[in-house]
């Protein structure tokens, strides 16, 4: 059973930091690209960043550039997305993504990130 587990989200001040982790399990991890999305109440579900299966081309979202750095363990089956410099409207719950062309995707359950003072 495919699964995508998230955790490291929470409650913290503008400007601070967090680290989130989603670690896969029930597939083969490094044949997928990894992606991490959020979406925040009302608003519509946005790619915050890309990683290929073996890490070497990463992409970002605008807003996120300069502040968020996606990386992956193969070893461990695990993509990470360090986030610095949060702002309030980083507030959302981010989702995990695994993905493959003529496969389908899997979905992790999310993780709440509250930037707020």
Known sequence: QAQL??????????????RLSCAAS???????GMRWYRQAP???RELVAG???NGDSTNYADSVKGRFTISR???KNTV???MNSLKPEDTAVYLCNAFRI??????????QVTVSS
């Open 26 to 32: 029930g597939f083969t991890f490094s044949s997928y």
């Open 42 to 44: 009302g608003k519509k």
């Open 102 to 111: 003529l496969y389908r995707d899997y979905w992790g359950q999310g993780t």
């Open 5 to 18: 587990v998230e955790s490291g989200g929470g409650l913290v001040q503008p400007g601070g930091s967090l």
């Open 73 to 75: 363990d193969n070893d």
């Open 80 to 82: 990470y997305l360090q």
């Open 51 to 53: 990683i290929s299966t």
